[in-house]
Each structure stands twice: as structure tokens, then as C-alpha cells.
């Protein structure tokens, strides 16, 4: 049953050292603030699942959180790769990286496999494809009905999930419009499932056919907080931050001027300078 407190509240109820968290967004939506919010509290050890990595996940390697990276595309979109990822994993900076790589088909079919609590998935690809030889987790399984032989991975199930949403009304429920990308199946294949939102209303007027509706027993824990999937853009709400982009990778590249930038706008900061930002955008870019 969802429950509304602070994200810093939420965050340090809902993830702990060790934990097997996915912060979902498909270029859309993506958790920031949480994300954010994990650094200040310093969370180690963690393997993170998601179907995208990006600049989120490379301030999380970074800044010494994870252990192990589950996924099946990582780069900065639209720039190029993910520099502290790959420190981590050529360099062991801050600290060591495994990697468990898949394509986003068998992804997206471990999560529906988690969420229907199935023990792995099963569908018809890696054909051809080179990524079982460096990743165990990649198996074949035969159909009992017709003998074909298909792919099989593990089922996805996040100890927690965090995802970014517009809306949420007072019973709890959930808004997710437009791109919607694997964050139904990710919270629903969680153990447990934190949701940042846009604003709080008492009813969902004017529903059309491109959203989903998360019923308030699949989430943990709602968060408000406006803007809180910046630089990532929220549908309805505010615009992507491309610039943001094209700054990370000069941050990114060196590593006192990573530790420096994450200080100001990660350590030093709160979930209150996201509407910030996002009030700025129009004006600065």
C-alpha cells in the first residue's frame, strides 16, 4: 500500500547496502532525484538493473555505489559513452565492476518474467549472437510442444524498483504517460517500489490511451517532487535537458572534476533544486 513521505524518508526505507535496485526510465522519466538521493546516503554495494544506463547511473559507478551492473545498453544518449562506467570497469575506479550485459528483448522479457513471478524467461533471440560466450546467464531452453529451441534468462527481481512519474492521486495511484518503457514491469517485478511524482491530484481527468495506471498496492512509497527526472524530460511537464548532456561529458571525463561536480550538485544539494533547474530551462538553454 503506497504510502507518501519525504524521498529522503522513502529512500533510506526502501534501499539498502546490497540491494539489487532498478532506477527505470527509457530516456524518459528517469528517477534523477532518487537516484541523487541513494549518493547522499552514501548506499554501497549495490547491483543495478536497468534496460539504459546513462549519465544517472554513471554519477552512481562513480561515486562507489555499485558492485555489479545487469544491462543491456549503457551510454550517454546522444553523446557517447559512459566515462566513469568505463573507468570502473578498465581501471577499478572507484572500485571494481561486473558486468552481466543482455539485449534489451531479454531485458524487458526477465522483467515480465519477475513480475509474473515466473523463475526465468524464455523467447526467441541471441541468435547469431555473440553475448552468451561472456555472459552465463544466457541459456537455451527447448519448447516441450514443438522442439524449437529458444533463449532463456533469469527473472528480474529487483529487491527495489524507483521510477519517475507526472501524477499521483491521494489513494496512491500512479500516472505514467507518454513513453512508458519497462517501469510497469519493473515495479511490479520488485520486491518493493519507489515512485517520485510530478504533483499530487484527486483524480486522473482526461486519461487517453498512451499511459498506464500503477493501482496503489504495487508501489511502497510516493515522493513528490517537481522536476525530479531532470535532466531526463517528464511528458507533459518539461522539455530534455540536452545541454545537461553535452556538460556531462566533459564532467565525466576527469576524475577530480567528476568529484567536484558531485559535490556541488549531488552532496551539497536536495530533492528542492530540481524545480529549480527545470524553472530555469527556458531561460539558461
Known sequence: MARFMPLEEAVATHLKDG?????????????TAAAHQAIRQGVSDLVLVRMTPDIVYDQMIGMGLARKLVFSYAGNPGVGLLRRLRDAVENGWPRPLALEEHSHAAMANAYEAGAAGLPFAAFRGYRGAGLAAVNPNIRQVTCPFTGEVLAAVPALRPDVAFIHAQKADRKGNVLVEGIVGIQKE????????????????EDFAGLHPNLCVLPHWTVAAISVVPGGAHPSYTHGYYERDNPAYLEWDRVAAD???????????????????????????????
Do not use: C, N, S, Y
Open 186 to 201: 519493473a515495479v511490479l517485478a520488485a520486491r518493493r517500489a519507489v515512485v517520485t511524482v510530478e504533483e499530487v491530484v
Open 19 to 31: 540491494d539489487t535496485a532498478a532506477f527505470e526510465g527509457f530516456t524518459h522519466l528517469i528517477p
Open 255 to 285: 576524475r577530480e572534476v567528476f568529484a567536484a561536480w558531485m559535490k556541488t550538485h549531488v552532496l551539497d544539494a536536495g530533492p528542492g533544486v530540481f524545480a529549480e533547474r527545470v524553472a530555469g530551462l527556458g531561460v539558461e538553454r
